[in-house]
């Protein structure tokens, strides 16, 4: 059974147009899910519960940092690694505040994320990480590597939540046993086991399928103008050649 699930912690770019058309789109591909589906926008107390559990066991802190001044920072400094997306590790510049100071800056309302402290979620469950994938040969281990994250965001500014809090959670919630998402998001998945660790949730089943190219080589995506699902539509195919090219018969 496949689940529709609408990921729109981000006020700025979830829009009721884009929702729409994704429900048009799966209907046109002959798609169905259960009824009701999910809205993260409509669960963020269950997100901030989560988020809260993990700051009570001390595992997460606020990080009143900008962006600008964390580039800034890592910059001026001698350290050069990086996360999996290439990103420069978080130099922990907030990890060390004192509690008073802490306290206080949150007593003011100052805009903060929050911020997993790596080296104490590593101590409280240490390894060795694994979780199990799945091709079309069949099911194998993979060992996850969550310290090369470093301190990620696991709580915005805006919203109690992050992509990896909220799927972790609604995972779990909706009773989710095999996730189908494609490589780009394959690394992400060992700082998913590490909070399913860290929540008690169970750890899943995973397959990191390759990304849809354009003929240039390139990964389709909205922001480069590539071709959707509704200009394929209108230019007259059918939703069995969309299905044939997939692999699905």
Same mark, same amino acid.
């Given at each position: 059974m496949c689940r529709l699930r609408i990921e729109d912690i981000d006020p700025q770019r979830s829009k009721p147009e884009l929702i729409a058309a994704i429900v048009e789109d799966l209907a046109w591909l002959g798609l169905t899910y259960p009824e009701p589906v999910r809205r993260q926008s409509q669960h963020m107390g269950s997100y901030k519960a989560a988020l809260d559990r993990? +700051?009570? *066991? *001390?595992?997460?802190?606020?990080?009143?940092?900008? !962006? *600008?001044? +964390? !580039?800034? !920072?890592v910059a001026a400094g001698s350290a050069t690694a990086c996360d999996p997306d290439g990103v420069p590790l978080y130099p922990g510049t907030c990890r060390t505040l004192e509690a008073g100071q802490v306290a206080d800056r949150l007593a003011r309302g100052e805009p903060h994320t929050w911020r997993l402290d790596m080296a104490a979620a590593l101590r409280k469950a240490p390894g060795p990480y694994a979780y199990c994938a799945f091709d079309e040969a069949g099911a194998y281990q993979v060992t996850a590597e969550p310290a090369r994250w470093g301190d990620a965001v696991i709580a915005r500014r805006d919203v109690p939540t992050s992509y990896h809090l909220s799927v972790v959670h609604d995972d779990a919630e909706e009773g989710v046993t095999h996730v189908v998402r494609g490589r780009d998001l394959e690394a992400a998945t060992d700082l998913h086991v590490l909070l399913q660790r860290l929540l008690g949730l169970p750890v899943l089943r995973y397959r990191h399928h390759p990304l849809l190219l354009d003929p240039a080589g390139e990964k389709l995506a909205k922001s480069r103008g590539s071709q959707s699902l509704a200009d394929l539509r209108a230019a007259g195919v059918t939703p069995g050649v969309i299905r044939a090219r997939l692999g699905f018969t």
């Open positions: 993990l +700051i009570a *066991g *001390g595992f997460a802190y606020p990080c009143f940092c900008s !962006r *600008g001044q +964390i !580039r800034a !920072r």
